[in-house]
């Protein structure tokens, strides 16, 4: 992060977190395994401040996620209409001719709690376009790439690679019948060849709930998914992506011991109120 992003980000960390109780406030400065102290007689948001200032970007940005500031999305106060909210938000950049293929690999990813944008069908006829691509460009998250024939050849494809790629968010590709080149080849691509969108959509879910860069963000996903389960079946399955996290916020225990009490697939799911209870102890100690 740039120094400006540094100053905007602390603030905001510092106006949020300072709304909550001295125990929290230390508990969750704690977590995240940055200083605290038992002896301040101050504000709390100039405590705040003090402890996190010299944080490095990478735990920074962490304790923002925690705190619900969507760090990396593009200017501040601007939220397009076209993602979902409390979605992953991926730009699907592709060729005109596969926008078919693209937005049913669009909706299959909607039901795993990820948004995307795909320039033919998210633009209204009236919008300029080249804005509206600009735009998802400057607040996406992830960009995945569809790599079919005659990519590589249109200036358009590659712009967004590249910008997206100079934002420092994670770029995926997925190969058809184009071999990633260029920056982006030097990362892992998908196979798409003879996939299904479902299929391929399952692939990046399980990516993006590993990978350094979106596996906090997709925790909260996840654990909203639990919340609302809508099935016996839907919740187990949840449960299990639950005890595949990787990352925990200090919240995550509440929210799961909640949706116990208030959603009855939970509650009545064989087994998984006890798995419940295992995973936030497992965490609290």
């Known amino acids: 992060m740039t120094p400006s992003e540094r100053i905007n980000v602390i603030s905001e960390i510092s106006r949020r977190l300072s ?13 995240f395994s940055l200083p605290w102290s038992d002896t301040w007689s101050g504000d709390k948001d100039v405590y705040i401040i003090q402890m996190i200032e010299n944080a490095d970007d990478e735990k920074l940005l962490e304790l923002a996620h925690h705190v619900g500031i969507e760090v990396g999305r593009g200017p501040v106060g601007i939220d397009p209409p076209f993602w979902k909210d409390g979605h992953l938000r991926i730009f699907l950049s592709h060729l005109a001719e596969h926008r078919a293929f693209a937005g049913s690999l669009k909706e299959e990813l909607d039901s795993y709690g ?8 998210d633009i209204e006829p009236t919008t ?6 600009l735009l998802a460009l400057s607040t996406c998250e992830v960009l995945v790439a569809l790599l079919h024939s005659g990519f590589k050849s249109s200036n ?4 967004e690679v590249g910008f997206c790629m100079g934002r420092g968010i994670p770029s995926f590709s997925i190969r058809f019948d184009q071999d990633p080149y260029g920056f982006i080849g030097r990362f892992q691509a998908f196979n798409g060849v003879r996939k299904d969108p479902d299929v391929l959509a399952q692939e990046i879910f399980d990516k993006l709930r590993t990978h350094k860069q979106t596996k906090r963000r997709m925790a909260e996903i996840i654990v ?17 992506l639950l005890e595949d996290l990787e990352v925990w916020n ?8 909640d949706a116990v009490n208030s959603n009855s697939q939970v509650s009545g799911s064989w087994g998984v109120p006890g798995r419940v209870e295992t995973l936030c102890k497992k965490w609290e100690s």
């Open 19 to 31: 709304g909550a109780d001295w125990p929290l406030i230390d508990q969750t400065l704690r977590q």
């Open 114 to 121: 990820i948004s995307c944008f795909v320039a033919h069908d």
């Open 128 to 133: 300029e376009w080249e804005d509206q691509i």
């Open 156 to 159: 358009w494809t590659d712009q």
């Open 224 to 240: 909203s998914r639990f919340e609302n389960s809508y099935s016996f079946q839907n919740a187990k399955s949840n449960m299990s």
């Open 250 to 257: 200090p919240g995550f225990s509440q929210r799961i011991r």
